[in-house]
């Protein structure tokens, strides 16, 4: 294998990130590399015991906790939810009866997924946020589409706790971070004790990293990845309990077989949006193809990234501590592929001139995702994107029929694209960054 501390070194210099730490699993064997810094106003050194926010990550922890449930019987993914849950109420009634565990899961609910408040912590507070989901709009019937759902994955944590009587936290520690010995992945930063812990960077007005909140880390959203920190070994050792089939780290059968492949199982064969190389979803687990190897993962907002070769044994975590940070875990993780296995990333797509004027006209407009909005401009020769939150422009390219791609500052080239169509031929949403925002004009 590649030298991987140095190609750390010269990665982390080349995309400006403070801080990172990269943990690969090839077979049995396990590699660890760190580099830069926790902090840019104290110097602080990672070290390969930092631990970084995990993101999002932590969603196929609690999709892994959820199948303990299926696989006891006590929990049937098709049932609604409101059967676990009989005081739930979403935005319609026909949400709140239709929407199933496996839903959830796969982010096809319907339940826009950025809604992020703070009320309060514990089970008190995770509550009040359930609660909270029935002033949510719907954005499409439960099954009938895909869009990211952070409040979705929050939820079954509640589901989760209502099941158990006990906190979401307490149930991830038991049920899985001590089996697997990951000493030293925390539901929250502050209970990390002695271990070093990063802290969150952006992007300031010239481009440097500075100080500053990558996300709102409110203790609610614990399960699907708002607070947990880990170091990489302890990701990619998660990682290497789905590639064991279950089996922890005294040969424990934490999971059956059965429920691993089931988690990789596609779910929704193809997504609308997303990374090049991202083909589908599983439960709780995306979907990605490497060329002709099948892969898993998920990404920690765009800070962290975890990449699986199910197939080849074979895992990267990469994190690091700042907003788009994952442009640089994909640029090593395509890098560690190509060298152990020969498999390149995956392509840029052939732009197509198929997209007329007229068919580019129809796609112009506002859409919004709860206070979120990304506005489409249609000029004389192509496609723009703007973001209402960051005011970012991305030219769009087309690629197939609805189908585009751009380059985003924080996660390179992804797919856009645009579903549905209105009584006027256009189109009902544009999918980007894996969320659908609804037409408002």
Same mark, same amino acid.
């Given at each position: 294998?590649?030298?991987?501390?140095?190609?750390?070194?010269?990665?982390?210099?080349?995309?400006?990130?403070?801080?990172?730490?990269?943990?690969?699993?090839?077979?049995?064997?396990?590699?660890?590399?760190?580099?830069?810094?926790?902090?840019?106003?104290?110097?602080?050194?990672?070290?390969?015991?930092?631990?970084?926010?995990?993101?999002?990550?932590?969603?196929?922890?609690?999709?892994?906790?959820?199948?303990?449930?299926?696989?006891?019987?006590?929990?049937?993914?098709?049932?609604?939810?409101?059967?676990?849950?009989?005081?739930?109420?979403?935005?319609?009634?026909?949400?709140?009866?239709?929407?199933?565990?496996?839903?959830?899961?796969?982010?096809?609910?319907?339940?826009?997924?950025?809604?992020?408040?703070?009320?309060?912590?514990?089970?008190?507070?995770?509550?009040?946020?359930?609660?909270?989901?029935?002033?949510?709009?719907?954005?499409?019937?439960?099954?009938?589409?895909?869009?990211?759902?952070?409040?979705?994955?929050?939820?079954?944590?509640?589901?989760?706790?209502?099941?158990?009587?006990?906190?979401?936290?307490?149930?991830?520690?038991?049920?899985?971070?001590?089996?697997? @010995?990951?000493?030293?992945?925390?539901?929250?930063?502050?209970?990390?004790?002695?271990?070093?812990?990063?802290?969150?960077?952006?992007?300031?007005?010239?481009?440097?990293?500075?100080?500053?909140?990558?996300?709102?880390?409110?203790?609610?959203?614990?399960?699907?990845?708002?607070?947990?920190?880990? +170091?990489?070994?302890?990701?990619?050792?998660?990682?290497?309990?789905?590639?064991? +089939?279950?089996?922890?780290?005294? @040969?424990?059968?934490?999971?059956?077989?059965?429920?691993?492949?089931?988690?990789?199982?596609?779910?929704?064969?193809?997504?609308?949006?997303?990374?090049?190389?991202?083909?589908?979803?599983?439960?709780?687990?995306?979907?990605?193809?490497?060329?002709?190897?099948?892969?898993?993962?998920?990404?920690?907002?765009?800070?962290?990234?975890?990449?699986?070769?199910?197939?080849?044994?074979?895992?990267?975590?990469?994190?690091?501590?700042?907003?788009?940070?994952?442009?640089?875990?994909?640029?090593?993780?395509?890098?560690?592929?190509?060298?152990?296995?020969?498999?390149?990333?995956?392509?840029?797509?052939?732009?197509? +001139?198929?997209?007329?004027?007229?068919?580019?006209?129809?796609?112009?407009?506002?859409?919004?995702?709860?206070?979120?909005?990304?506005?489409?401009?249609?000029?004389?020769? @192509?496609?723009?994107?703007?973001?209402?939150?960051?005011?970012?422009?991305?030219?769009?390219?087309?690629?197939?029929?609805?189908?585009?791609?751009?380059?985003?500052?924080?996660?390179?080239?992804?797919?856009?694209?645009?579903?549905?169509?209105?009584?006027?031929?256009?189109?009902?949403?544009?999918?980007?960054?894996?969320?659908?925002?609804?037409?408002?004009?």
């Amino acid at each position: 294998m590649m030298d991987l501390q140095s190609r750390l070194d010269a990665l982390v210099a080349e995309f400006d990130v403070p801080g990172a730490a990269v943990a690969v699993i090839d077979g049995g064997d396990v590699a660890l590399a760190s580099a830069g810094v926790a902090n840019v106003e104290t110097g602080q050194a990672v070290t390969d015991d930092t631990v970084f926010a995990i993101g999002s990550i932590t969603k196929v922890f609690t999709a892994s906790l959820i199948m303990q449930l299926v696989e006891a019987g006590t929990i049937d993914l098709d049932r609604p939810v409101k059967h676990y849950l009989p005081d739930l109420e979403l935005a319609t009634d026909g949400q709140t009866a239709g929407v199933t565990v496996r839903h959830l899961l796969t982010h096809t609910s319907g339940i826009a997924g950025d809604h992020i408040v703070e009320t309060g912590p514990g089970s008190e507070g995770l509550k009040r946020y359930v609660e909270s989901l029935r002033d949510i709009p719907v954005l499409h019937e439960p099954g009938n589409g895909f869009s990211y759902s952070n409040a979705a994955v929050i939820l079954a944590g509640y589901l989760l706790e209502q099941h158990y009587g006990a906190p979401w936290p307490d149930l991830v520690r038991e049920r899985i971070i001590e089996p697997l @010995g990951q000493h030293s992945m925390v539901a929250f930063p502050q209970w990390a004790g002695d271990r070093p812990v990063v802290s969150p960077h952006r992007r300031g007005a010239d481009g440097r990293p500075e100080r500053g909140d990558m996300w709102l880390e409110f203790a609610a959203g614990a399960s699907a990845g708002f607070t947990p920190y880990a +170091n990489a070994a302890d990701v990619v050792r998660f990682a290497q309990w789905h590639l064991r +089939n279950g089996q922890g780290q005294n @040969g424990q059968q934490l999971l059956s077989s059965a429920s691993v492949a089931a988690m990789q199982h596609p779910q929704v064969s193809s997504l609308p949006s997303g990374a090049l190389d991202n083909t589908g979803w599983g439960i709780g687990w995306a979907l990605h193809q490497f060329g002709p190897e099948r892969g898993l993962g998920h990404n920690g907002g765009t800070s962290a990234m975890l990449r699986v070769l199910p197939d080849r044994d074979f895992a990267v975590a990469v994190l690091t501590n700042i907003s788009g940070g994952v442009r640089m875990g994909g640029a090593l993780t395509g890098e560690l592929i190509l060298d152990r296995f020969g498999i390149a990333p995956a392509p840029l797509p052939s732009f197509s +001139n198929d997209a007329s004027k007229q068919a580019r006209d129809r796609c112009a407009g506002v859409y919004r995702h709860l206070e979120y909005s990304v506005t489409i401009e249609s000029p004389e020769d @192509g496609l723009i994107l703007t973001t209402g939150s960051a005011g970012e422009r991305v030219e769009l390219h087309p690629v197939g029929d609805g189908a585009y791609v751009g380059q985003f500052a924080d996660r390179g080239w992804s797919r856009v694209g645009f579903v549905g169509q209105n009584d006027r031929e256009q189109p009902d949403y544009v999918h980007t960054g894996l969320r659908a925002y609804r037409r408002v004009s």
